[in-house]
Every structure is written in C-alpha cells, then in structure tokens.
C-alpha cells in the first residue's frame, strides 16, 4: 500500500541554524501539507500546497518557513533559523484530490530538536 | 471557526471490555469528522471518517464512531479491546470550503489496555 514518508525520522540542530525536513507524497497525489506537534499539545495546522504555490497557511507559518516541491516527488519544509519553540514532531501529509470529502495520508513524522 | 474537544486525556481499559472516547466538536458548517489512531514511532493512520452520510460509522479493527449532530459529539467505541489497541487517538474535524481545507485536531486521547 502508498504510504507517505519522511526523512529524516530525528533531526538535532542548533538555534540559529537552517534545516530542511523531507517529505515524499503519495505519488498521485496533489495536495500536500505540513502540521507539527508539540510535545504534550495539539497537532496544528501549517501549511497547504496545491499547483506549486501554497494554498493556505497558518499564523505559524510566519517568514521563517517556506516549502517546496523541488521535483516531481519531494516536498519539503525548510525552517531559516530555528528557534527553541520550534521543536515539534512534524508531518507531512497529502490527499489525492480537492474534492471534498477526502482523506489526508500522513508520514510517520519527522522529531525535530532544537537545542 | 472549528474545534474539537477530547474530553479524556487518558483512558485506561481491560483487555476484552468496551472502549469509550469521547469527542465533542465545534464548526460553523456541516462538519466532517474524522478519527486518527497513531501507535508508537508511526504515522498517523485514519481510523474512520463521517461525511453526511450515514450516522453510525464503521472503520478498521472493530471502531465505529457515531455522529450526533444535537450532542455535537462524535464518540469512538469499540465492543472488545484487544492489546494492539493501546496508541493515542485524535478526533478531527474539517470543514467542505475548499478541498485542501485543513485538519483541525483534539488534544488526543492515550489508550491503555491492560492485559
């Protein structure tokens, strides 16, 4: 079965620092997502990306974000310059179509530590 | 605007007894709702999903949730809990404005089965 997956499954990085985390969608897939979590709270919402341009984003998803898709199959989330509180688990998720309803396939996460 | 509220954080159960989480929802539009089951170090996996259709849902390993729009609630059961249930659940809500509309998600709820 089609399964989302992201690399790497941990990332250590310090504050200040520029990381990327990687996401391979479905492959017939055409929406792609970014949400995190926080450790002891909710799974938020970050960003949408449909047609090679973002679709919506959230008040998280502030300047220092940006996301990609660099070829036909990667999609990625880059964070310039990390902070403390940017330490979450982070998911990438995807959906076959705009359609509604539809279902969202998630990645097992990638643990991102910022010390 | 849209919400979701778990009202258990941690629900405790013996192998072979019912499983009861609770979810309330909030949404300005007709609602779909959806329940996530993530077990240790993997994704996020969909359980099952309302969509206006019928009101009793049933998903993967014996779930089924039930949507009642007068209690705004949308509760996940299951009639005999087997070990390999223990993981956290999520209760989710999303809304039909557009097809890429994001996941809102509830706090989540540990289950633990006791052998």
């Known amino acids: 079965e089609p399964e989302v997956t992201q690399t790497p499954s941990h990332q250590v990085t310090q504050m200040g620092q520029e990381v990327i985390l990687r996401c391979v969608p479905i492959?017939?897939?055409?929406?792609f997502y970014w949400y995190r979590q926080i450790l002891g709270q909710k799974v938020e919402f970050l960003v949408s990306?449909?047609?090679?341009?973002?679709?919506?984003k959230s008040e998280i998803f502030d300047d220092q974000f940006s996301v990609e898709r660099p070829d036909g199959s990667n999609f990625t989330l880059k964070i310039r310059s990390t902070k403390l509180e940017d330490s979450a688990m982070y998911f990438c998720?995807?959906?076959?179509?705009?359609?509604?309803?539809?279902?969202?396939?998630f990645g097992p996460g990638t643990r991102l530590t910022v010390t | 605007a849209q919400s979701v509220t778990q009202l258990d954080s941690h629900v405790s159960v013996s192998e072979g007894t019912p499983v009861l989480l609770r979810c309330n929802y909030s949404?300005?539009?007709?609602?779909?709702l959806f329940w996530y089951v993530q077990h240790p170090n993997k994704g996020l996996q969909l359980l099952l999903k309302?969509?206006?259709?019928?009101?009793l849902v049933k998903g993967i390993n014996g779930f089924e949730a039930e949507f009642k729009k007068s209690e705004t609630s949308f509760h996940l059961t299951k009639p005999s809990a087997h070990m390999s249930d223990a993981a956290e659940y999520f209760c989710?809500?999303?809304?039909?404005?557009?097809?890429?509309?994001?996941?809102?998600f509830g706090k989540g709820t540990r289950l633990s089965v006791i052998a």
């Open positions: 998720a995807s959906s076959v179509s705009g359609g509604f309803p539809y279902e969202q396939y």
């Open positions: 492959s017939n897939h055409l929406y």
């Open positions: 990306f449909y047609n090679n341009e973002i679709s919506e």
């Open positions: 949404s300005s539009y007709s609602p779909s």
């Open positions: 309302y969509t206006s259709a019928a009101t």
């Open positions: 989710v809500v999303s809304s039909p404005v557009s097809g890429n509309t994001p996941l809102v």
